[in-house]
């Protein structure tokens, strides 16, 4: 592949309310697609979170504990179906900007092993890119090749998906302004914005970096560190980024200055 994509994560904090099972932020939704087609970067991958939607089905049914029981099968079908039904919701308000978005899903092409990636193909969606469309993946229900089955989070997805794409950046967009020095939702007078980190100075910080106070079968703001780390070994640059503040996302996208932070 020629051109270096850009990719793009959307929290699932973002684009549904966490606190409400399966209830999408819509408003959110369209104006994140409003900034993507005033941004029109090219080429460019979208992954979004579960959010309300895949966590709750996943948490219920122990399914990144690996497959126990028959009763969870069905809990790994409902967790899919919930996540291809926000995956809808998103791509239908990309679609409706003239975003040519097309969902790719996630336990189609990659198996785990222990709940790391373990086979990723990433061909169909490199055909997409060079095509000229917008893939659209999410975290997932997928097969393990040790636990039976486990979930994807889009934040592992959107790592590795940049080292095997070679990304230009990657963009991550949450719900609060960037990584902090403590949990801005709960210490909001001291809590400090990290506007810029380099691999060396976050290894130092991560066991400092809080875990999610709602429910997130992914770990949280550790989880999405946890995650970034290869990506930015292989030197490619990650701003996180709150994308409830308008136009945000659009400048991240387009490599203006944004407050966030800076992981390189």
């Known amino acids: 592949m ?3 994509p850009i990719i793009l994560k959307l929290g699932g904090s973002v684009i549904t309310y966490k606190d409400k099972p399966s209830t999408p932020n819509n408003e959110a939704i369209n ?4 900034e993507i087609s005033k941004a029109n970067v090219m080429p460019l991958v979208i992954v979004h979170g579960g959010g309300s939607f895949g966590h709750s089905f996943a948490e219920k049914y122990g399914i990144n504990e690996g497959f126990k029981e ?10 899919h179906q919930a996540m291809a039904i926000l995956n809808k919701m998103v791509i239908e308000a990309l679609i409706n900007h003239n975003i040519p978005a097309v969902e790719v899903q996630p336990s189609s092409f990659v198996v785990t092993k222990s709940g ?7 061909r169909v969606i490199e055909k997409l890119l060079e095509t000229g469309f917008v ?8 097969l393990d090749s ?6 994807l989070s889009g934040d592992q997805l959107i790592s590795s998906l940049a080292t095997q794409l070679s990304a230009k950046r990657i963009v991550v967009g949450v719900d609060v302004d960037g ?28 066991p400092k970096i809080s875990e999610a106070t709602v429910t997130d079968v992914t770990g949280g703001m550790l989880g999405k560190i946890n995650e970034l780390i290869p990506a930015v070994e292989a030197g490619i640059n990650v701003f996180i980024v709150n994308a409830l503040t308008q136009d945000n ?8 200055k944004v407050v966030g932070t800076i992981i390189e």
């Open 146 to 151: 040790d636990k039976g089955f486990a979930i």
């Open 179 to 206: 990584l902090h020095t403590s949990d801005p939702k709960k210490d909001k007078l001291s809590a400090k914005l990290i506007q810029h980190v380099t691999l060396k100075e976050l290894k130092k910080m991560q």
């Open 2 to 4: 020629k051109a270096k």
């Open 31 to 34: 104006q994140l697609a409003y």
């Open 249 to 256: 996302v659009y400048k991240a996208l387009k490599g203006q």
């Open 70 to 79: 028959s009763s969870q099968m069905i809990g790994f079908s409902k967790t």
């Open 116 to 122: 790391r990636i373990k086979k990723m193909d990433t």
């Open 135 to 142: 893939p659209v993946l999410y975290g997932d229900a997928v």
